[in-house]
């Protein structure tokens, strides 16, 4: 009898100092939280290695230049980032956030050449700033973002942690890269959302010097495996009476189709009006992005893009005489994980219906084919 008095007294006193060591420990776990524990910090490092297969690596003078002036144009694809032969950096990017009850903010900085080009129409030293905007959560189903944020229209983004690619397509090359203005984002059910912003010409991100604006809308559709958005903007982008407004639709849509595979889609269609008595000029394309995923390391995938441009409208291909014409993009990619580290090879085939490319002997050409290894390591 005594031995089991004395047991239930030890399991008592042992119950008691278990729940007030868990009360201490929730106290001191309130007790510690400091302002500063809603600051968060991420960002990314990356660089690569070109190689053109059939066509000069060596950096070529542009027309009606001395190549012995400096001056030297490299061989690639008319897209964004990855066009210089060799090693050669890509960027350095550093992300501060502050997540508030209501309200918060982002800082995200880029150095290096990825990041200047990101950012090419700034100057001085926002050439470092690739978003800066503060955020008011108005209530659960509200929100308002003002300042400078990438854009929302598109398959791909301007960090390389964001793409499954390393090379970046035509369409996101020539579609905005990012906006400066006022943003309300709704919540509209479990699954629906839309957006409505007011915003500076595109990617004039530190000021607005043409007084004019541009609207951009967004739907989107969000489920357990996958997600589609309809994406819209309008507006003058440019000096009132030299540029007409500029319409530009996109559809941007990704699925988990089974476990191990994903098939992304980007589709894409801008105008942009003439002041005069010409026709509208601009672009259209599409892209289809199926990506397998072989073990917990490695993912295989591709993008297949067709682009396309009339009246003239970018020269980023060659042009017939009607000032048209189209190219399509086959870039296979593999995605290998080493801890924190990405390395992605790929191969890129460009095959455009002009003359847009020169190979060895300097001779005109409507392809263009190229390696690129990049490697990624993200924080």
């Known amino acids: 009898m005594k031995t089991k008095t004395v047991t239930n007294f030890f399991k008592r006193v042992c119950l008691l100092a278990l729940a007030f060591i868990s009360l201490t420990a929730v106290a001191q776990d309130e007790e510690e939280k400091k302002w500063f524990d809603n600051f968060s ?28 002036n400096g001056a030297y144009e490299f061989l690639a694809p008319a897209t964004s980032f990855a066009n210089k032969s060799g090693f050669a950096l890509g960027m350095a990017n550093v992300i501060i956030g502050y997540e508030g009850e209501k309200a918060g903010f982002v800082a995200d900085l880029v150095v290096g050449p990825r990041g200047e080009d990101a950012v090419f129409l700034s100057t001085g030293s926002a050439q470092i700033v690739n978003q800066l905007y503060a955020y008011w959560n108005v209530s659960e189903k509200v929100k308002l973002t003002v300042g400078n944020f990438n854009t929302f229209l598109g398959y791909e983004v301007i960090s390389p942690t964001g793409n499954f690619n390393y090379s970046t397509s035509y369409m996101f090359s020539y579609g905005p890269f990012s906006h400066t203005g006022l943003k309300a984002d709704f919540t509209l059910n479990e699954k629906w959302s839309a957006m409505l912003a007011i915003m500076n010409p595109t990617d004039y991100t530190e000021s607005n010097p043409f007084d004019t604006y541009i609207i951009g809308a967004q739907l989107g559709y969000a489920a357990d495996n996958g997600s589609a958005y309809l994406n819209f903007r309008y507006g003058n982008e440019g000096e009132p009476g030299l540029v007409g407004p500029t319409f530009q639709v996109d559809l941007t849509t990704g699925w ?26 601009g672009f259209y394309g599409v892209a289809l992005y199926p990506q397998y995923k072989t ?33 399509i993009a086959a870039t296979l990619t593999g995605s290998y994980d080493i801890g924190d580290l990405t390395l992605k090879p790929e191969l890129r085939l460009d095959s455009a219906s002009e003359d847009s490319f020169v190979d060895n002997d300097l001779e005109p050409t409507k392809s263009l084919s190229s390696f690129v290894l990049g490697a990624v390591y993200k924080f």
């Open 41 to 68: 910090i991420s960002g990314s490092v990356d660089g690569y290695y070109r190689y053109n297969i059939g066509a000069p690596n060596r950096g070529i003078a542009p027309a009606g230049e001395e190549e012995d």
């Open 256 to 281: 988990d189709v089974a476990e191990d595979f994903y098939l992304g889609v980007n589709a894409t269609y801008l105008s942009t009006e003439d002041q005069g008595d010409a026709d509208a000029s």
């Open 295 to 327: 073990s917990e390391k490695f993912t295989i995938g591709l993008r297949g893009e067709y682009f396309a441009e009339y009246n003239n409208a970018l020269g980023a291909i060659g042009l017939d005489t009607e000032g048209d014409g189209s190219v």
